[in-house]
């Protein structure tokens, strides 16, 4: 995502409407990021042109408006991008399976929210990230992008592989806490399905959600909870998912650790998988930075879901490896590699962000060589 | 739609093309507007995040060059936006219905277009509004936009639910009168349907239209007539929509008078609307204003089209109440409430823009709380 | 595509990202033309609103940032667009025809590129235009847009209507040669399908392909050549193209010549297709410019192709006349006419670019009357 790199960038206006505050403004932004990249699916290969191995590959307007008396409003636009092909990103407009959009066109699918804000928070309406998402994004030593990405565990296969609400949410309210609590920070989420009090799934696509977090001098931990309802079906239902995530900044290295739980109450069972993660970041230089990981699936769907051949999905576990390497030729742009490792166990078939499907039980791995140029 | 909000504010750039005129310029302007939503049809109710309330939500870039002279050119590029899903908005290749076109996605399907401008006036070439819809955002006090907007009425059910040219055309070129006629206003636009000439709906799609007002002191008056021609199915026929609407600024508050016509002639029959409105802005305060509607359709569908249940549609007239206030927390942002009801009758089945579908008969209402952010 | 007149103009703006470079900038660009447009095919025609007679319609972003050193990191955004419909253009996803997306909206289907320069010349990865296409462009007189463009020659019926990498490629790097090289210029190119190897089509989309230039005094010279691997079936095959092109300032006229050869190795034979075209500009007065071209296509395909009455494709000759006329009004806007007229033989049904399609060996013309602004 990388939506931190390039809040510290943008080309920033001031706005010359007549009346409007000198403090106001409107940011242009976005993110490149394009790589090399080799992957493995078993026998398998393929050699691609890959977007998003550092930074989600992104383009946008935000700005701001200072209203007086200690109130502000704002705007946010980000639209995601595939860079390799010149395409957009898919959005959704009711939180449901049947509400995917876009065609293969622009579309401001990661955040389009207008906010309201003061000494008592913020207010947003619109489009943004759930909850659960900031902290995958925060703890992951890969910031949720690239081959060794550990989301793939938690949002793949039987109910989750759809489920629009895993990494932002239409149609929503969110209240965020003001910045100066000593520490404490934290936002609560809802969002609407927006079906009709008469219909038969009238809640689906209803989520609640929330996070709270602490940071303290090298500390930081946060945890979120989320959950969306759906009318329980052969491969949906109520999706919740939970996780707690932690950084600890120790001079020569920072690290990380994650804790995912997703659960899907499916007709007549649940999908429930748990992904543990921990990593580091390692500075090399004054401009180079080592960043490792290694996560565990432990899929403890309930029995009656199956494999093909009949054997329970809950021997499926997967493991992954990664590491990567960033080369920052400026704030704005890096050269980076990453090599990351998945090994499927039983019936799994995880593959690295962008790789090539391997059969059954086979490994996944991927390579990427890019450049990240943030504006 | 609020375009007018829009055109005072946006970050205007100087354009560093060299050999460009110092009056060149290009702006980048938008409008976000959310609201919360809770809209009733008959016993049902939703509970919604819904957009352009106030303000119909856009993003565009707009620019005029100086060429010397007295003469300029402009563009203008501008984007519906759906902001509570990141999503876009439709556009129409061929003011047909099957050259509807978007998919969700970004699009310039409000306004596209060339412009050279002189003494003469200004000559557009490309997607532009049509007159009648230029007369409706004027005179109708809510500005075409929310809960309270009466253009359901005039756009809705067989022959009007689906007529690409009811707001937006393209193809089409128009001129405008000069802005210094002693405030005489006006423009006449021809837009094109672009089938070639051995089709046998070789005209289908073509429009003409105008508008022809005048402003003086407190009043304001002003009437347009458009007619796209389409070969007659039992959905379609040739398009003729007329308006006539005026206000009058009567200091403590701005009275508004708006009278459609549309007419659709399908195969066998007519559907013929006629919708009447009246209103009134009311400032509370110095940023407070007051806003009300009363809308009366009488539709006078020849007797060939019959409901469900045998009755004629004639007998399926409706009414529309609304009230709204908006709070300008400064010349770009604003608070607002906007509540509507509509009253069916026979079997009719009107809903408050954005609201939940009544049976026939029975009622729509809506309530809208929101923001709307221009920049 | 007229990228030429817009990389002269253009919005730039310093970046204001702290720790970036007093050089950094990001530009908005576009190009909007439109034209009246009246087309002829056999007894046919249509009247409509044409784009892009003058120049491709478009509207992007782009950046640079010097990294010190000599190196400076880029980035490239470009939009085409239909501003007679506010519509956006399709981009392709893996060089093959089923990988067509888009819908009608904005993709950046043009350019979308991430790049990086320095003394040894220019890196770029992303979507970008393919070497014979840049030899079209600049060797073309009408530069590949508008009713007397020849492309329609090159570009059209059996195995070529529906090839991605004629014009643009995704999934691609490529290294241009640096400018300071005595007249010399050139680039080459990989661009990939993005199959895996385990499919039965491994390989399609792949291409492979250069340009190579010498520029001196008045003298202009460039060849390009490209090769995109597909598995032979009836309809598509290995495309390749190859393409010189020259022109020669005599000062009070500006010479051009330009030969392309296509050819599609479809299942049993293939298609190959000559296209010979030479042209002039001829400045008149200080603002106005006449364009000529004339076009030759000798259709070579091989005989199992054969039009629908059995007789052979090889006799499906065409040739083509343009003349036009553009009228700087400064240098961002100009006003333009172009004629153009293509003859068809044997069962030939070639047609001017956006023109109605004739019967087979009837004639193909047009005009348009139009204004092209560039921002």
């Known amino acids: ?50 977007s998003s191995g550092l930074g989600a590959s992104q383009f946008g307007f935000r700005g701001t408006e200072d209203l007086g008396g200690g109130l502000s409003a704002g705007f946010w636009l980000e639209s995601g991008l595939n860079p390799d092909t010149g395409s957009g990103q898919l959005t959704n407009t009711n939180n449901q399976p049947n509400g995917f959009t876009g065609g293969g066109s622009l579309t401001f699918n990661r955040r389009s929210y207008v906010s309201l804000s003061g000494a008592f928070g913020q207010l947003r309406m619109g489009r943004d990230f759930v909850p659960t998402h900031y902290n995958i994004f925060e703890f992951d030593p890969f910031n949720a992008n690239g081959v060794a990405r550990a989301a793939a565990f938690t949002f793949s296969t039987v109910g989750t592989g759809n489920l629009p609400t895993t990494v932002v949410a239409s149609n929503s309210i969110s209240y965020w806490l003001p910045p100066d609590l000593g520490g404490l920070y934290g936002m609560a989420m809802l969002a609407r399905g927006e079906n009709a009090s008469n219909t038969g799934n009238a809640s689906d696509g209803n989520m609640v959600s929330g996070r709270l977090g602490w940071r303290s001098g090298p500390f930081d931990v946060a945890g979120a909870l989320g959950r969306t309802h759906y009318t329980s079906t052969a491969t949906l239902g109520d999706y919740t998912h939970g996780n707690l995530g932690a950084s600890w900044e120790a001079g020569f290295v920072r690290f990380f650790a994650l804790y995912n739980l997703a659960k899907v109450q499916i007709l007549g069972g649940d999908v429930r998988k748990h992904t543990s993660e921990i990593g580091a970041h390692i500075p090399l230089g004054q401009v180079g930075r080592l960043r490792l990981s290694y996560a565990r699936l432990n899929d403890r769907s309930s029995s009656v879901l199956r494999n093909a051949n009949g054997s329970q999905r809950s021997s499926n576990d997967a493991r992954l490896w990664g590491i990567g390497y960033v080369h920052n030729l400026s704030k704005r742009t890096a050269l980076y590699g990453t090599y990351a490792r998945i090994a499927n166990q039983g019936q799994a078939t995880y593959l690295v962000s962008g790789g090539v499907a391997p059969s059954p039980g086979r490994q996944s791995s991927g390579l990427e060589l890019g450049m990240r140029h943030a504006f």
Do not use: E
């Open 1 to 50: 995502m990388k939506s931190k790199t390039a809040a510290t960038c943008g080309v920033t206006l001031a706005l010359l409407c007549s009346g409007a505050s000198a403090r106001s403004s409107v940011t242009i932004f976005g993110v490149m990021d394009l790589s090399v990249m080799h992957s493995k699916g078993g026998n398998a290969s393929a050699r691609t042109i890959s």
